[in-house]
């Protein structure tokens, strides 16, 4: 039902931002190895995004679009074991109650692909088409029908501000896949998705940013971190730039966040968030990865230990540098 679509597209689709976030993270679940993101004018007016990826079978296209539908688990107790970004079945259906959608999709080993156009949640065209492997999908005029969301999105800058957060985090968590990120015809950066996480700051952000980073490298007992956390001088006034993977992955852990904090505190006596990028390797059977809505958590059987391992690493590796 179209209107029951438009009102449940509030919850997953409340901005740009949350439109690039769930169809980049569709891209990365689709086992992609490069990932083009294009936004104009605060991706208000045009997003796209373009992967290599698994595409999607030609009679599951339209299903795809519907509310609940999902490849990615089967049944409820698979959400224990979910390994993919995204489980809800929700995004799809909701981007496409809200705005102009086109996809173009194929499958590796079926000859053509599949063009859907979807208009406010209805369906205007679908047939074959010649295509790459992988999917585009195009989201313009987010928002066209319904004008009460338009009024209250952020200015284009605001909004293309939170887009480059989205797609950095993203990039940064998934170095082996190369992104290309083009704002309003230029192109903002473009990893090289050779799995160095390295080469992909320096892709990311500018020389001057690297040069203000410091390397960590630390472990204990089953536990290693790597990564890069920002000088002492080199803070920001929010947490935006502090990403941390566990296991390659990207997720929101308070342990992780208060460790780094109170390295920070102790070291300069100051309130502000440094740049870090940093990934824990810890093994899986102590980790509890909770499932929820819209964010991925992860608790950690013995929190005292790892947060006491991370601020040990980062305080270690701030004196290394103080020398
Ligand atoms: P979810 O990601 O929660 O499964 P979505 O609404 O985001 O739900 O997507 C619905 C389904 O469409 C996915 O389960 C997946 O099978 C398919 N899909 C979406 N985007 C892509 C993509 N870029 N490549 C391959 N399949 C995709
Ligand atoms: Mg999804």
Do not use: W
């Amino acid at each position: 039902d179209l209107t029951i679509n438009k009102i449940a597209a509030g919850e997953v689709v409340e901005s740009p931002h949350s439109v690039v976030k769930e169809l980049v993270e569709n891209a990365i679940d689709a086992a992609s190895s490069a990932i083009i993101l294009e936004i104009q004018e605060g991706g208000k007016k045009y997003i796209r995004i373009t992967d290599n990826g698994v595409g999607i079978k030609e009679e599951y296209v339209e299903a795809a679009f519907m509310r609940h539908s999902t490849s990615k688990i089967a049944h409820i107790e698979d959400l224990s074991r979910v390994e993919s970004l995204g489980f809800r079945g929700e995004a799809l259906a909701s981007i496409a109650a809200v705005a102009q959608v086109e996809m173009i999709t194929r499958p590796e080993g079926q000859q053509h692909g599949v063009l859907i156009h979807i208009n406010g949640g209805k369906v205007e065209t679908i047939k074959k088409v010649g295509c790459p492997v992988g999917t585009t999908i195009i989201v313009k005029n987010l928002f066209f029908n319904t004008p009460a969301r338009l009024k209250f999105l952020k200015s284009n800058n605001g909004e293309t501000m939170k887009i480059t957060e989205i797609i950095t985090r993203l990039s940064l968590s998934n170095p082996s896949i190369s992104f290309k990120y083009i704002n309003n015809n230029n192109i903002m950066f473009t990893t090289p998705g050779n799995n160095m996480l390295s080469q992909a700051i320096l892709s990311v952000f500018n020389k001057e940013t690297f040069k203000n980073l410091i390397l960590l490298e630390d472990h204990q007992e089953g536990m290693t971190l790597h990564g890069y956390i920002g000088q002492p001088s080199f803070v920001r006034g929010n947490r935006n730039l502090q990403i941390v993977f566990i296991n390659g992955r990207y997720v929101k852990n308070k342990v992780i966040s208060r460790a780094i904090e109170v390295a920070y505190k102790e070291k300069i006596m100051i309130n502000k968030y440094p740049i870090c990028i940093l990934n824990l390797k810890i093994h899986p059977s102590v980790l509890d990865v909770n499932v929820h809505p819209a964010k991925i958590e992860v608790k950690f059987e013995d929190e005292e230990k790892v947060y006491h391992f991370i601020l040990k690493a980062i305080l270690k590796a701030l004196e290394k540098q103080s020398i």
